[in-house]
């Protein structure tokens, strides 16, 4: 398995306002998941789905439908082939992301934009940083492969804002 937490823990300023994400669509790559709610690792890193076609929601800190910004990771690859977020890298601005909340209500977003960060020295505090206005942040593995670490050194983030209804 893959790792996608970054190395520092999550602010413990995070808390949990909005709803419950239950499915993500991005057009744009083909990507259509179900989201489950996921929390912290033993050594407080923000944890991965287990399943590679599943998005995971940071549920200790914002949901959707309020101010903040609500963290969603998945997989790039497993297996040999790309799962999930496997083409995360080609979202550009303006590309629309619908969340269903669990309540059935959908919500667009629009990619603002998009960094590969190296996960030793990824901006933890402005990614995982909480906003007046709601956004999300989708995140997943990256960059070169270590085989000695059997990981990603890198992590593609993108950041998208709530587009009014």
Do not use: K
Request: with cysteine.
């Amino acid at each position: 398995m893959l790792a996608l937490a970054f190395t520092a823990a999550a602010p413990a300023s995070a808390h949990t306002v909005g709803a419950a994400p239950a499915v993500i669509d991005i057009p744009r790559i083909g990507t259509h998941a179900e989201i489950v709610p996921l929390g912290q690792d033993e050594d407080g890193t923000m944890q991965s789905p287990t399943d590679p076609d599943t998005v995971g929601w940071y549920n200790l800190g914002t949901g959707i439908g309020a101010p903040g910004n609500a963290l969603l990771d998945g997989h790039v690859d497993w297996g040999g082939r790309l799962r999930v977020f496997g083409l995360l890298r080609e979202l550009a601005p303006g590309d629309p992301i619908q969340i269903t909340d669990a309540n059935g209500n959908v919500l667009t977003y629009s990619v603002t934009w998009t960094r590969l960060y190296d996960a030793n020295s990824a901006p933890v505090d402005q990614i995982f940083e909480q906003t007046p206005d709601e956004q999300i942040t989708l995140i997943t593995c990256g960059g070169a492969f270590d085989r000695s670490a059997h990981m990603y050194v890198s992590r593609w983030v993108v950041r998208a804002a709530r587009q009014p209804t």
